[in-house]
């Protein structure tokens, strides 16, 4: 089999744009040593899809694009939202809890995703 798809990698280089205005994009999760508005890709896995003669033609994968921010970041989540879409990504929905929690921190969730093609 070739190369299985990234989704990480897919997502960071559709989020090139807000990267490259100096908004961190990373894997992983919260980082509270990041005082600035930063951006988290975290995979949530895969399914089988698009099943002929028994076999899968390719794979589904998700992930969630999460910003932190101390303000309520709506333009950015928008941005996400259609550069995301833009390249290939279904968006599944958004947490519906974007309320400031305790630590001054805003968390808004976005989860996308994408189908791959088996390669023969």
Not at 96 to 102: A, L
Request: net charge negative; aromatic share 10%; proline share 2%.
């Amino acid at each position: 089999m070739g190369n299985s798809p990234d989704i990480i990698k897919d997502a960071s280089e559709t989020l090139k744009p807000v990267s490259g205005r100096g908004i961190t994009v990373m894997q992983g999760w919260y980082d509270k040593d990041i005082k600035a508005c930063h951006v988290t890709l975290w995979d949530l896995g895969e399914t089988d899809d698009n099943f002929s003669d028994d076999d899968a033609e390719g794979v589904t994968l998700s992930v969630q694009v999460t910003i932190f921010s101390q303000e309520d970041e709506v333009e950015l989540a928008r941005e996400i939202k259609s550069l995301m879409k833009a390249n290939g990504f279904s968006f599944e929905g958004r947490n519906g809890d974007d309320s400031e929690p305790e630590d001054g921190i805003y968390m808004k969730a976005q989860r996308f995703s994408k189908f791959y093609e088996s390669e023969e």
